[in-house]
């Protein structure tokens, strides 16, 4: 059977809008587990913003923490939206319990300079996994 990821990144859309806290996204974390949910999805936007603004230490902290209380739930956790080579690293470093990271778009604006195959090696390098020689 498929397992279901539940992506959290519309709660935290509400969430920033206002810049509230409300709703909570480790409240509907719970939701989603205690409803039969495998895993859920981090919405890294607001980070991959912060990091391009060069503060993103608040949202790093955010994502660690949500990723943390996941992982304690056995939710797993993937994470993605606007994910770069450079902003990359440092969030999988906070967050070591990470078991998936879509990445689209930066990936495939990187592969127009460095090639395709280049541009998926680099960015499983920059989650911390072995590239192919």
């Known amino acids: 059977m498929a397992r279901l990821s539940v992506n959290l990144n519309k709660i935290a859309l509400l ?7 409300v709703p909570d996204v480790l409240r509907f974390a719970r939701i989603a587990h205690d409803a039969g949910a495998d895993g859920i999805e981090i919405y890294t936007g607001s980070y991959a913003a912060a990091f391009r603004a060069g503060n993103p230490d608040a949202l790093l902290h955010t994502c660690a923490t949500t ?3 996941a992982a304690e739930l056995g939710l797993m956790v993937n994470i993605g939206h ?3 080579l450079d902003n990359l690293p440092p969030l999988t470093a906070a967050l070591p319990a990470v078991a998936e990271a879509s990445i689209g778009h930066e990936l ?7 090639g ?4 998926v090696r680099a960015y499983k390098a920059a989650l911390g996994g072995k590239t192919a020689a």
């Open 15 to 21: 969430r920033n809008s206002r810049r509230t806290g």
């Open 67 to 69: 990723a943390a209380r």
């Open 82 to 84: 606007d994910l770069n």
């Open 108 to 114: 495939t604006a990187d592969a127009l300079v460095m």
């Open 116 to 119: 395709f195959s280049e541009a």
